[in-house]
Every structure is written in C-alpha cells, then in structure tokens.
C-alpha cells in the first residue's frame, strides 16, 4: 500500500500563492508517477498537474503558466506551488500516486486538502 499525506492548503486571496505538500510513504516502489487533481463544488474532479518517476510533467492548461508540479525523491513528496491564483482555482485538492501493473493502474489517493481564493 501506499499513503498519501497532503498539506498546504488554506485561504488566500486572489492572486496570491500557496504551495501543497504530498508526503509518500509505504511501497512507494510500487509509484510510477504522482500528481494533484482537483474537485470544486458541484463539479467531477479534474487533472490539474502530473509528474512521472523521470520528471515529465502535463498541466491542465487551465493552469499553465502558473501552477508548477515538482518532487524531492529523496523526501519521497510532491510539491504543487499555486501562483496567480484565482476564485475558480478554489477546491479540494487531493495527491495522486500511480502504479502501472501489467494489466491494470492502480491509483493511490491522499484526503484531499481545501484551497480556497477569495475575491
């Protein structure tokens, strides 16, 4: 198994920053890429940042240009630094860890944490 710990997320106005953390830990062997989603509201959760074992990353383009996806490997965690931010931005925000078996992908998820932009 592998657990998912996110931190970070708060109240900020609009146009400022905040920085989630992801902390990994168990079989973190088994990852072959983490990444944040999103979910506001009344809304399905979406993509917002990936990066693999190799540090290839892929942004919603919703946020390109403004968020940035990035790992220590040897702290096993995942950063998600949040600049410009805007009220649509707001949202629970949850880690993704994948592993690729074979046949399948197994997906690993952490709480969630809120981000929340006033305007």
């Known amino acids: 198994q592998v657990q998912l710990v996110e931190s970070g997320g708060g109240l900020v106005q609009a146009g400022g920053s905040l920085r989630l953390s992801c902390a990994a830990s168990g079989s973190i062997f088994r990852i072959n890429a983490m990444g944040w989603y999103r979910q506001a509201p009344g809304k399905q959760r979406e993509l917002v940042a990936t990066?693999?074992?190799?540090?290839?990353?892929n942004y919603a383009d919703s946020v390109k240009g403004r968020f940035a996806i990035s790992s220590d490997n040897a702290k096993n965690t995942v950063y998600l630094q949040m600049n410009s931010l805007e009220p649509e931005d707001t949202a629970v925000y949850y880690c993704n860890a994948v592993w690729y078996l074979v046949a399948k992908k197994v997906d690993y998820w952490g709480q969630g944490t809120q981000v929340t932009v006033s305007s």
């Open positions: 990066i693999t074992s190799g540090g290839v990353t």
